[in-house]
Nanobody
Framework: VQLQASGGGLVQSGGSLRLSCAAS????????MNWHRQAPGKQRELVAA???????HYADSVKGRFTISRDKAKNTVYLQMNRLKPEDTAVYYC??????????????????WGRGTLVTVSS
């Protein structure tokens, strides 16, 4: 199972970007999916989370500017980022709290991460 993030890039302050993270493989179900970010010299932080039922949570620093959503049929989570600021510059990572695999065994992967995508916001 792979989580592939995309959509990063260079944008001016005040601009918008939409990140996507698609899970691929023999997947039966995915619980919560999350976006984290890590800025240079800083610790990784949780940006937004969405449960399998659609409940959302945001870091205070992005509330009102970022929106997380998911398409369960496509096993994909999105992060719409508006009114971007230079301090939003970071590598953005998606992860899934728990992935249940298809097949008879229904194996479970916990805390599964994808590779990041770089977001750079210029002032």
């Amino acid at each position: 199972v792979q989580l592939q993030a995309s959509g990063g890039g260079l944008v001016q302050s005040g601009g918008s970007l939409r990140l996507s993270c698609a899970a691929s493989g023999n997947i039966f179900s995915i619980d919560a999916m999350n976006w984290h970010r890590q800025a240079p010299g800083k610790q990784r932080e949780l940006v937004a989370a969405i449960s399998s039922g659609g409940s959302t949570h945001y870091a205070d620093s992005v509330k009102g500017r970022f929106t997380i959503s998911r398409d369960k049929a496509k096993n994909t989570v999105y992060l719409q980022m508006n009114r971007l600021k230079p301090e939003d510059t970071a590598v953005y990572y998606c992860n899934a709290d728990r992935i249940t695999l298809g097949g008879t065994l229904r194996l479970v992967l916990y805390d599964h991460w994808g590779r990041g995508t770089l977001v750079t916001v210029s002032s």
